[in-house]
């Protein structure tokens, strides 16, 4: 199966600040490579996603990037806000994982006012 | 909207009890699964099914069992609950298996 990791475990910012997170994995065939937010007491939601033929993908303030050769992948925050403040989680799916995500961890960002 | 919903949203249950968690969709997905989230673990998958014939084991099925009553509803079972057991439960939704997945509310489980 695959294994997951992120990192950082918690991390800590000021507003306004940039924040990255990465997320290792295992399974050179992965090919879906999704990050989700999980705000205090509710459901896990996705953020932003790629796939294996994408090296990069933006949406607003936040963007994913891939390196397939290293087998990592990383959300960037940019010009952080308080709202941010959540739990993010990794979540690679494919190869000999069909149909089931992975989730990393978690990591758990606070943005400072 | 079309959403995921799950009942109950917290139970407290004794050790060796039987209980249900039941999950519906108004989404028309095909594909559901049910995770557990414990704090530093992430979310991991205990079982998914693929379509109302089709039920998968996960990472972590020991313990557990799940019914596909229908392409809308897919119900999780704890036969005799343990301390263990509490957790956070997730149901999810996706359409393909590589997909978004959607999740539900959540419910709180204490097994004491």
């Known amino acids: 199966g695959e294994n997951v990791e992120q990192h950082p475990s918690t991390l800590s910012v000021q507003e306004g600040d940039s924040a990255v997170i990465k997320c290792t994995y295992s399974?050179?065939?992965?090919?879906?490579f999704p990050w989700y937010k999980q705000e205090l007491g509710k459901r896990p939601q996705l953020i932003i996603d790629?796939?294996?033929?994408?090296g990069e993908k933006k949406d607003q303030r936040i963007a994913v990037t891939l390196n397939k050769t290293a087998k990592h992948f990383s959300l960037h925050i940019t010009e952080t806000q308080p709202e941010d403040s959540a739990v993010y989680f990794c979540?690679?799916?494919?190869?000999?994982?069909?149909?089931?995500?992975?989730f990393g961890q978690g990591t758990i960002l606070t943005v400072h006012p | 909207d079309a959403d995921v919903t799950q009942t109950p949203r917290n139970r407290i249950t004794k050790t060796g009890k039987r209980i249900m968690l039941e999950c519906s969709q108004t989404?028309?997905?095909?594909?559901m699964y049910w995770y557990r989230q414990d704090p530093g673990l992430g979310l991991r998958l205990i079982y998914y099914?693929?379509?109302?014939?089709?039920?998968n084991k996960g990472e972590i099925s020991d313990g557990y069992s799940v019914s596909r009553q229908a392409q809308a509803k897919f119900s999780l079972s704890l036969e005799s609950a343990i301390p263990n057991q509490t957790a956070l439960y997730f149901c999810?939704?996706?359409?393909?298996?590589?997909?978004?997945?959607?999740f539900g509310p959540g419910t709180r489980l204490t097994v004491t």
């Open positions: 989404k028309g997905h095909d594909r």
């Open positions: 979540a690679p799916a494919g190869g000999t994982s069909y149909g089931k995500l992975t």
């Open positions: 399974d050179s065939a992965s090919n879906y």
């Open positions: 099914s693929f379509d109302v014939k089709d039920i």
């Open positions: 999810a939704t996706s359409d393909p298996p590589h997909g978004n997945r959607y």
């Open positions: 790629i796939r294996s033929n994408v």
